[in-house]
């Protein structure tokens, strides 16, 4: 029986959109870099575990494009923020329906320190609706680490095989069924509250 529930934030609860960030720093460096989800450097990696500063990854970035002039800080972050478009609409009714329901709610989401300040500050009121919250550049752990998943089920004294985790990268997905915790390829789409629940609710459905 599924009791709780493990979502990635991005790309299921919250809406980015990375082409976005990609052109604002090709038009602050005159350069053009390829990165998404899938597409990423090294240093963002780092970044998204803690492993180094905000200054560090601004200077590291600044390198990747060849750059050798300055950037105001507020510019860069700036760039690197207006990927971040909000919550889904569905996202607080539908995280308030679940809870009611009795589930167990976490999430668990690859982020960095300018990503989660911005957010947070955005949307303080959405994160109290959640049992648990597990953010990559605060638990030195990212999916789709084994490392991370261990992490998270000791955290929440969690079974794997009560847990159901969304996401909308299928490694993420692989990686979890991995640890025998079930999981929902999620496929991004302007979905209702009804319309979410419902895939949900199947999906628990099928996995009791």
Not at 17 to 29: G, H, N, P
Request: proline share 2%; glycine share 4%.
């Amino acid at each position: 029986m599924i009791k709780n529930i493990l979502f990635d934030l991005g790309g299921v609860l919250y809406k980015v959109d990375y082409r976005e960030t990609a052109q604002k720093l090709a038009d602050i460096f005159s350069a053009t870099m390829e990165f998404s989800q899938e597409k990423e450097l090294s240093v963002i990696a780092e970044y998204e575990k803690g492993n180094i500063s905000t200054d560090v990854f601004r200077q590291e970035i600044s390198s990747a494009f060849h750059y050798e002039g300055s950037v105001e800080n507020t510019q860069f972050d700036h760039a690197w923020n207006v990927m971040l478009k909000g919550f889904y609409d569905y996202t607080e009714p539908m995280l308030n329906t679940l809870t009611q329901k009795g589930y167990n709610i976490a999430i668990l989401s690859n982020i960095n320190k300018l990503h989660l300040e911005h957010i947070h500050n955005e949307f303080p009121a959405i994160f109290s609706v959640l049992h648990h919250c597990f953010f990559s550049c605060n638990i030195g752990h990212r999916k789709p680490e084994s490392s991370c998943f261990h992490y998270v089920l000791d955290e929440c004294g969690w079974n794997p095989k009560e847990t159901l985790f969304v996401d909308d990268a299928l490694r993420h997905c692989k990686a979890a069924a991995l640890e025998h915790i079930h999981t929902l390829h999620w496929q991004s789409a302007p979905y209702s509250v009804q319309e979410v629940l419902s895939i949900l609710l199947e999906a628990i459905e099928n996995h009791d």
